[in-house]
């Protein structure tokens, strides 16, 4: 099994290391034990996420001072490697709580919101949530139909939001709605809204392909009146602090990528090795030794490409292009890879008793989720034709 993580040619820092080692051991323990019966049961197991906090993973990115790991994108990037390589659903529910709702709140709130929602979120007491895709308005965001109505020194929100990670069991939500007229990029204002609050209630649960154990439900909202307190950022500003707070999530999608193609990859290696047909390992058959050499050198291009929108991104850098880059070819890879490896296993790959079959499943979401391919490849071509 060739150790992607941990490649000597290149330097990897103790505290990736130290990531790497803790995320392994965790995902080894308190999940490769349930990932069938979490699959089964399309099961949220949200008891984890509070183990997953004492290890400094549900704040990963943000200062100490409000409970946060304090680290850098390679750091965060080799947790949800790491951990998807074992379930890419639990890798993917990690990684909407750091890079969207956290991301969304330390970025644009105010130092009294900040110490007021994000230590319970970095230790996993609480679960965040991220509100933007509706029935309608999945690319097309600025059509949203939730509305957001000042009403004295509160707001009043009202609508539906779909397709959500944690729209059931998340305790606070970033909601972004409509204050203005639909298509008005300036138009849309950012909230935290907590669960509790009433006219905040869950909708449809979706019953999905793959990442089944990542909960993806509705969030409705009826005359839900919220403060202005829970405002984030200014009256208007919402949209375009989602697509920026889009830019580092789709780094994120790039990692839970990876984590599905490599996991697909190790199988696919020891099992080539192990089915022997023919009198000799299917590995050394040409047909399997090619599928095996382009998904590595696919998987090594797409880490790559990631490592490099980390490294911009730790340094403060526009990310908006790198960010789409990395996303859009380590997701395409990882459907490839996945689809190969059920090949190489042949019929045991179209069966549960074997882990490509889950990798396949799961692997398709990254096309789709934080912007399809068609968005990336159109967020690139803006970029390298407006530059």
């Known amino acids: 099994m060739i150790n ?13 290391k130290m990531v790497y080692d803790s995320a392994r051991d965790f995902a080894a323990q308190h999940i490769q034990p349930f990932v069938l019966e979490w699959d ?6 949200k008891e984890i996420f509070k183990t997953a906090g004492s290890l400094g993973f549900m704040g990963m990115l943000l200062p100490e001072v409000y409970g946060g790991s304090e680290m850098g994108y390679h750091e965060y990037v080799t947790l949800i490697e790491t951990i998807s390589i074992v379930d890419p659903s639990i890798g993917l529910s990690i990684a909407a709580h750091n890079s969207l709702c956290l ?3 330390y970025t644009f709130g105010n130092e009294e919101q900040r110490m007021r929602w994000l230590p319970a979120l970095c230790s996993g007491n609480l679960i965040g949530a991220w ?3 509706e ?10 139909s939730t509305t957001a109505r000042k009403d004295g020194n509160s707001w009043i929100l009202n609508g539906t939001k779909n397709f959500i990670t944690h729209g059931i069991s998340g305790d606070v939500a970033v909601v972004i709605a409509r204050n203005g007229e639909k298509g008005d990029n300036r138009g849309m204002t950012a909230f935290v809204v907590e669960r509790g609050i009433p006219g905040f209630t869950s909708g449809k649960k979706e019953n999905k392909l793959g990442m089944r154990a990542s909960e993806t439900a509705e969030m409705i909202f009826d005359n839900c009146i919220i403060s202005d307190e829970n405002r984030l950022g200014p009256v208007g500003d919402g949209f375009i602090q989602s697509m920026k ?33 023919f009198g000799k390992s299917i590995s050394q058959f040409q047909g399997i030794s090619f599928k095996l050499a382009d998904m590595a050198t696919e998987i090594e291009a797409a880490s790559l490409m990631t490592q490099k929108a980390s490294e911009m991104k730790n340094q403060n850098l526009n990310v908006t292009q790198q960010g789409a880059m990395a996303k859009l070819f380590a997701s395409e890879v990882c459907v490839k890879v996945a689809n190969e490896a059920v090949q190489i296993h042949g019929g045991y790959g179209f069966t549960k008793d074997y882990p490509v079959e889950k990798f ?5 979401l990254c096309t789709i989720g934080e912007g399809t391919s ?5 967020v690139i071509a803006r970029k390298i034709l407006n530059d």
């Open 4 to 16: 992607f993580n941990l490649r000597p040619e290149i330097k990897i820092s103790e505290t990736q």
């Open 40 to 45: 089964e049961a399309q099961y949220f197991p």
């Open 103 to 105: 991301n969304h709140i």
């Open 131 to 133: 509100g933007l895709t």
């Open 135 to 144: 029935h309608n308005t999945g690319s097309d965001a600025k059509s949203m």
């Open 245 to 277: 707070i889009l830019d580092g999530g789709r780094i994120s999608i790039a990692a839970l990528s990876l984590g599905v193609a490599k996991g697909a990859y190790n199988a696919s290696l020891a099992y080539s090795k192990e089915r022997k047909q």
């Open 360 to 364: 396949f499943r799961d692997s398709k």
């Open 374 to 378: 068609e968005i990336q490849k159109l």
